[in-house]
């Protein structure tokens, strides 16, 4: 029995895994830091465990690999965009994410938001995993601990009630859209080096808004 399509090599068949929408706190002695992630899963029960997919790119890998520590806040669906703008479009390198914030603090000392997350998990790297483009890090779970019963926020959440509608096509300014996260880069051209300052993908992965 063959399969009822004809396109075998069609990658958005990868938006259909599910994902959550976590912010992962790290400090790299001298400040806290912060960033969206999408890829943490439980990966052993005893002991413990969980992987974290990070980018290279991004400040925070570097501190989680150098200390080993990070926190997993798990976002639910009180979480606005501007959540989203804060700790997913600009970098810990340039910016102090937590200068105006009162959190709560881990036993280990990295923070856990004290709004829009409904469950946290404080991590110790046990392995470093190098997957190219993004390291994986193997932790223990040292800590955790479930802050409200509101409901997790997903990816497909984030889309369908969270991220802004684009506007009408007449008002429409013109602009590119990351075909992986949905991040908009107002303007035209797109410059040939962009890289995506949510998902950290080239400008190869950007097509024109419609």
């Given at each position: 029995m063959t399969l009822p399509i004809q396109n075998t090599q069609d990658m958005t068949a990868l938006f259909r895994l599910g994902y959550g929408l976590y912010v992962v706190t790290s400090h790299d002695g001298t400040k806290d830091n912060g960033l969206i992630v999408n890829t943490v899963m439980q990966i052993?029960?005893?002991p413990k465990?969980?992987?974290v997919a990070i980018n290279k790119a991004?400040?925070?890998h570097d501190v989680i690999k150098a200390s080993g520590k990070?926190?997993?806040n798990c976002l639910d669906v009180t979480a606005p965009f501007s959540v989203f703008e804060h700790f997913g479009f600009q970098s810990g390198r340039d910016v102090n994410k937590f200068e105006d914030c009162d959190p709560y603090r881990t036993d280990s000392g990295l923070i856990v938001l004290p709004k829009y997350t409904n469950a946290y998990l404080s991590l110790s790297v046990a392995q470093?995993?190098?997957?190219?483009?993004?390291g994986m890090f193997i932790c223990d779970v040292v800590e955790?601990?479930?802050?409200s019963d509101k409901e997790s926020m997903?990816?497909?959440?984030y889309h369908a009630n969270v991220k802004p509608k684009p506007q009408p096509k007449e008002e429409q300014a013109k602009g590119w859209v990351c075909k992986i996260c949905g991040y908009v880069y107002e303007g035209d051209?797109?410059?040939e080096d962009f890289i995506c300052p949510w998902c950290k993908h080239g400008a190869d992965d950007f097509e024109p808004l419609k």
């Open positions: 052993t029960d005893s465990r969980v992987a991004n400040y925070s990070l926190c997993v470093y995993v190098d997957l190219g483009t993004h955790a601990g479930v802050l997903t990816y497909a959440y051209p797109l410059p």
